[in-house]
Each structure stands twice: as structure tokens, then as C-alpha cells.
């Protein structure tokens, strides 16, 4: 069974003032062509379907045309389920229509899915509250799948109650796990687990920061990430989303893996490379991992440069990326530098002036304001050092000097 797994789309998202609406079209495109190369049964999207709750209609229309062309018409499975960017309502509003085409969406904890029978042979064949097993057109075992998308606070209040003890959460969800597991997870079918939520190794905690544009998400008590160790040792592979980078988190109980968003998304993720994962699974084996390294949209950079004429020559050659632009400077970055840079690329998201340092140059403002010696002009110079990093350059320098004089 050739099963693909996807994560964090974002659709909607955008970098400050840049639609990245394009790019994504271009990357929906890709992974649905993968997926038809690879000739793939089964599409796994571990939440962060859309960037907000509310995401403009042209992500909404992106959405629902790259499940249809991913579902084939019911020949395909495709199982999303909601993100903490996620709106749980809108992911489940369209159940009964989405259900129709052989797609299975799951907005809420413990949400449980209703009849599912596709012509083309797809069925759903039994499911309890964040649980699904489902017949994959062509093989003879089924596809069995424990489903936890992500829930807030006070959707976990529901099934926590009002007190929160530190280890509540983990201890909830592994009950859930291992009941799941052990009712319905033998060998005679493929076990798999899809969640969005903080996972990281007890024994080995990863480093991994959420990025700039993620929320942190699970903060009950102590309980901010879940463990591996609290994963059903019947599981051969765990689908993970909320966090960007491509990573397996662990191989223990079995491969727990976040695939990475489809571009990057925050200057947080600069020069990371980005994924799918390639599935290929059958009852009691080890499953076969291959991630799949995406081409679509724009490159993410962090550049520094000493020399205008060096970073407009590497902007020029690297037109097809978003750049975070710090320029070393003598004074202030005026409007002449700043309209060479952007007239030379148009994918410039900051500029960052970094102030040249000087030989015997004062570093505190202070001590230097204390000097009574320092006339108005040089005691002006030193306190736009000290909130800017940088000395004012000659035009502002003339202003204030004209202000001066008017003052006088």
C-alpha cells in the first residue's frame, strides 16, 4: 500500500505584504503529480490546512480543487484533519459532500466518521470516536488509522475537566492510544497514527523551535509536548504536523515523522529544504520511508552584505527567492541605497542596517551625553546612535541643523 504524507499546507499564507497564493497553486500541483507518478493510494494531511480560521476564497477554492484532483473520484483516499490554524468547524462543514468523493475530513478530538462506500471500492469498514479502518481499493487488508487533530484548551476541558494536572494530557491520550490499538491494530492490517501536535522523544527531546508563524500550541499545565513513549507499540508510523522542518523525531515505537510544510513560510525556515514523505506499507512490516524533496515556489534566504555592489549582483542572480537584506553601513541606509536594492530584486521582504563600526568610537551614549563639551549637534548624533545603532547621515544631519536655526 502506497500511502503519501503532507502537512502544513497553510493555504492563504502570506510573507508580510507578499501573496504566496502563486506558489502554492504551484506546489498543490506538484504534490498532486507526485502522487499520480508514484501511483499512490492513500493521502495523509497532518493538519494546518488553511494559515487562519477565516482564509480568503481563493485559498478555499485552492483547498477543495486539490482534494478533488487528489481523491480521483473516490479511486484515492484522502484523510486531512485540522491544525491549531485551523478552524475545526469549517473543516468539518463539508463532511457529507467531501465524504461523497472519498475524502475524509476531521476538525475535532475523538471525531468520528460516519458511512463511506466509494463505486470504485474505497469503504469505510468500521470507526469509533478517532478511529477510522478503511478498505484501499486492490489489497486485501485494511488501512487503520488512529486520527487526533489538534484541540485548544478549552476543547480540552471537555475530556480533562476543570483540574489540570501536569502529566493529564499525556496520560489521556495515551488511554485513548493503546484502547484504539489494542481493539482494532493486529497484523493483518496497516496501523498508522495522524496527529497535529507537539511530539518530541522523553529520552532525546528534539531542539526544534516552532517558527515564527506558529502558535504554540498544548500548553496545559506542564503537559507541552507529547511523548513518543506515549504512542501504542502496535503503530508503524506516526504522521505528524505543526512543526516546518522535515524530521523524524524517532524510530521507536516506530518512525514518528513530520513531514515539513510544503514552502517555507517564515525567514525561520531560510535554506530549509522541504518534503513529502512516501509511504510504503503492508500488515506487520517495518514500513518503507522516502521522503520526496519539493521544487515549487521561492527560495527563502538570509544575506548580508558590506558592499552595495556585491548585493545587488547577488540579487540579480537569484531573482526567484524572498530575502531578509542586512546592509553594513557607515550611516544611515538612505532612500538612494534602498531604491537601488529593490529596483534590483522584487522579492526584498527586510532591509537591516548594520552600522560599521569605528576605531575609538564611544559605545556609551550615555557617558557621552554627560560630557557638557558636545554641542547640540554631536549630542544629537549620539542619541540616534543609541536608538537606531548608527549615525544619521548627512540629509537628516541638515535638517536638524535648519531646525536648529529656526529655534534660535
Known amino acids: 500500500m502506497k500511502i503519501l504524507h503532507t502537512a502544513d499546507w497553510h493555504l492563504g499564507k502570506r510573507l508580510q505584504t507578499y501573496s504566496r497564493l502563486e506558489e502554492q497553486r504551484e506546489v498543490m500541483d506538484e504534490i498532486c503529480r507526485i502522487a499520480d507518478e508514484q501511483e499512490v493510494d492513500v493521502v495523509l494531511i497532518a493538519g494546518d490546512l488553511y494559515d487562519t480560521f477565516s482564509p480568503p476564497n481563493e485559498a478555499i477554492e485552492l483547498f477543495y ?41 476531521c476538525g475535532r478530538p475523538l471525531c468520528e466518521i460516519k458511512d463511506c462506500k466509494m463505486e470504485a471500492g474505497m469503504e469505510l469498514l468500521r470507526s469509533e470516536p478517532g478511529f477510522a479502518e478503511i478498505r484501499i481499493p486492490g489489497y486485501e487488508y485494511p488501512l487503520r488509522l488512529l486520527l487526533t487533530p489538534y484541540a485548544n484548551e478549552a476543547t480540552l476541558r471537555q475530556y480533562l475537566g476543570e483540574e489540570e494536572r501536569e502529566e493529564e494530557l499525556r496520560r489521556l491520550l495515551q488511554e485513548h492510544w493503546q484502547h484504539l490499538a489494542n481493539t482494532y491494530c493486529d497484523d493483518k492490517g496497516v496501523n498508522m497514527l495522524m496527529t497535529h501536535l507537539f511530539v518530541t522523544d522523553q529520552d532525546n527531546p528534539t531542539e526544534e523551535e516552532e517558527g515564527d508563524g506558529e502558535r504554540p500550541i498544548l500548553h496545559m499545565g506542564g503537559a507541552q509536548a507529547i511523548y513518543t513513549q506515549n504512542m501504542p507499540s502496535q503503530l508503524q508510523y506516526v504522521a505528524l504536523g505543526h512543526l516546518h ?21 517564515s525567514f525561520s525556515e531560510a535554506n530549509q529544504p522541504k518534503f513529502i514523505i512516501l509511504l510504503d506499507a503492508e500488515p506487520g512490516k517495518p514500513v518503507q520511508m522516502k521522503p520526496i524533496r519539493l521544487q515549487s515556489g521561492r527560495s527563502l534566504h538570509r544575506k548580508r552584505f558590506e558592499e552595495l555592489d556585491e548585493a545587488i549582483g547577488w540579487l540579480q542572480e537569484n531573482p526567484n527567492t524572498f530575502v531578509e537584506l542586512t546592509m553594513v553601513c557607515d550611516q544611515y541606509l538612505d532612500a538612494k541605497i534602498r ?4 529596483k534590483a530584486h522584487d522579492g526584498i521582504v527586510n532591509i537591516i542596517p548594520e552600522p560599521r563600526p569605528r576605531e575609538g568610537e564611544e559605545k556609551n551614549f550615555k557617558s557621552q551625553y554627560a560630557d557638557r563639551q558636545l554641542d547640540m549637534s554631536d549630542l544629537f548624533k549620539n542619541y540616534f546612535k543609541s536608538r537606531k545603532g548608527q549615525e544619521p547621515n548627512e540629509t537628516m544631519m541638515a535638517l536638524f541643523r535648519e531646525i536648529l536655526d529656526d529655534e534660535g
Open 65 to 105: 480543487k486539490s482534494l478533488h484532483r487528489l481523491a480521483k473520484g473516490g479511486k484515492r483516499a484522502v484523510i486531512g484533519i485540522a491544525g491549531n490554524h485551523d478552524s475545526p468547524d469549517r473543516i468539518n462543514a463539508p463532511d457529507p459532500l467531501a465524504r461523497a468523493c472519498g475524502i475524509i475530513l
Open 245 to 265: 522542518r522535515y524530521q523524524v523525531v524517532s524510530k521507536t515505537p516506530c518512525p514518528v515523522v513530520y513531514s515539513s510544510s510544503p514552502l517555507a513560510y
Open 339 to 342: 531604491k537601488a536594492l529593490t
